[in-house]
């Protein structure tokens, strides 16, 4: 996260702390197809999570959107 902004870092940390409390209302969240991890559209901005066997979610990456973003999930 230092590559970002300080203003990228607020809005990403507050993105996170919405799906920790989750509070899903206003976040543009899809399943992704053929996996089980789901992404939130931020701007350019995608963070790639899913919920593990104890209902809590794990970050897999948090990245600009570009062509590699959903490789190798």
Same mark, same amino acid.
């Given at each position: 996260?230092?590559? !970002?902004?300080?203003?990228? $870092?607020?809005? +990403?940390?507050?993105?996170?702390?919405?799906?920790?409390?989750? *509070?899903?209302?206003?976040?543009?969240?899809?399943?992704?197809?053929?996996?089980?991890?789901? !992404?939130?559209?931020?701007? $350019?901005?995608? +963070?790639?999570?899913?919920?593990?066997?104890?209902?809590?979610? *794990?970050?897999?990456?948090?990245?600009?959107?570009?062509?590699?973003?959903?490789?190798?999930?």
């Amino acid at each position: 996260m230092r590559k !970002r902004t300080q203003k990228e $870092r607020k809005s +990403i940390l507050g993105i996170l702390g919405l799906l920790e409390k989750r *509070e899903f209302f206003g976040l543009q969240i899809k399943k992704l197809r053929g996996t089980f991890y789901y !992404r939130v559209r931020h701007g $350019r901005f995608r +963070i790639i999570f899913w919920y593990n066997e104890n209902n809590d979610f *794990e970050v897999v990456k948090v990245e600009y959107r570009k062509e590699s973003t959903y490789k190798d999930l």
